[in-house]
């Protein structure tokens, strides 16, 4: 970059040293001819990395920022939209004064936005047909925003090893600092918290089933970090992975698709009629009066009447009613009746 900044600007100091020099004599006339060529050939050698360098940078982080199917729509939309303006151009040219200088210009630039709109709108769909035809080449796998309370909670790991992810996770720098002040606070149950979720993403990390990504993106205007998140999945148009409900809500007021662990594993789990048998083992006193409660594999709590005689037992018990909760599904049963 500075030996073509020192030859460009170089030449240019030439030429206009030469334009300086012509008619003059003696003294004048030789600095004309060296001054410019070697001054701007050291301007160029010394601010071309800076003044070129840097725009490429910027332009390089916001290509990143857009999916390659993505980039991909939205060049064919110009070229059509171009293409189409061309078709135009001999009767927008005949216009009179200066419409026919004006109106070819307009055209180019409405068609090749509107060319570009109207592709990249339907990537969805030109990417489900390019998973038909070519599945696993051409489309690259969606990015997924990951929250610190999907980190913590651990179960990413299970669920990536399923290959049941539709993409790659992608971890902000904000939601990786606040995992480890987390890990560094000096209560105990938090920093224990924080250190599981570190775990967890050096075991996603060392197991491969899914890609992650550490995203240096940042918005320092915004201090909270569920608004950072809410804002870059607004920006990279991702879904994001979390078990925060109040950033589950957020996300759904701002049209942001939600990944929600704790719904999946609701969805998943067992359907459980009433009148069914299961054993359970009792592990702890109700709160009305005679209960017992146990808890299936899934976690799921089972209240069952009568049951506080069975503390620490395993117990057959008959379903008697199924509520769905905000939290989850809570079963009431009874002891199995001997025949």
């Known amino acids: 970059m500075r030996i073509l900044g020192a030859l460009v600007l170089g030449f240019v100091g030439l030429r206009s040293g030469q334009a300086l020099a012509e008619g003059r004599e003696g003294l004048p006339f030789i600095l004309f001819w060296a001054v410019p060529p070697v001054g701007f050939a050291l301007f160029g050698a010394l601010f071309t990395p800076l003044?070129?360098?840097?725009?490429?940078?910027?332009?390089?982080?916001?290509?990143?920022?857009?999916?390659?199917?993505?980039?991909?729509?939205?060049?064919?939309?110009?070229?059509?939209?171009?293409?189409a303006s061309a078709l135009l151009s001999p009767w927008l040219v005949a216009l009179p004064g200066v419409a026919g200088f004006l109106a070819p210009l307009l055209v180019s630039f409405v068609l090749g936005i509107l060319g570009v709109a109207a592709l990249v709108s339907r990537e969805e769909e030109f990417a489900s047909l390019l998973a038909r035809y070519f599945p696993g080449r051409f489309w690259p796998p969606r990015e997924i925003l990951v929250d610190t309370s999907a980190i913590i909670d651990g179960r990413i790991a299970d669920l990536a090893s399923t290959g049941f992810l539709p993409g790659a996770l992608v971890v902000p720098r904000f939601v990786l600092d606040e995992l480890r002040r987390i890990a560094d606070s000096p209560d105990a149950l938090r920093r224990n918290r924080g250190r599981r979720g570190l775990d967890v993403l050096g075991r996603l990390r060392r197991e491969?089933?899914?890609?992650?990504?550490?995203?240096?993106?940042?918005?320092?205007?915004?201090?909270?970090?569920?608004?950072?998140?809410?804002?870059?999945?607004?920006?990279?148009?991702?879904p994001i992975l979390t078990n925060d409900f109040n950033l589950n809500r957020i996300a759904e007021v701002e049209g942001i698709k939600v990944l929600n662990i704790n719904q999946l594993a609701n969805a998943v789990k067992v359907v459980i009629l009433p009148g069914e048998e299961m054993e359970v083992h009792i592990v702890q006193e109700g709160k009305e009066a005679d209960q017992g409660v146990g808890f299936l594999d899934d976690g799921t709590m089972v209240v069952v009447e009568g049951g506080r005689r069975y503390l620490n037992e395993r117990l057959v018990v008959t379903v008697t009613r199924v509520l769905q909760t905000v939290a989850g599904r809570l079963i009431f049963a009874q002891p199995r009746r001997a025949e």
Do not use: N, T
């Open 51 to 83: 003044l070129a360098l840097k725009p490429l940078q910027l332009f390089q982080e916001w290509i990143r920022q857009i999916r390659p199917l993505q980039l991909v729509l939205g060049i064919v939309g110009l070229v059509c939209g171009l293409l």
């Open 208 to 238: 491969g089933h899914v890609a992650v990504r550490i995203l240096d993106e940042d918005f320092p205007d915004i201090s909270d970090v569920d608004a950072k998140l809410v804002r870059l999945a607004k920006k990279l148009s991702a």
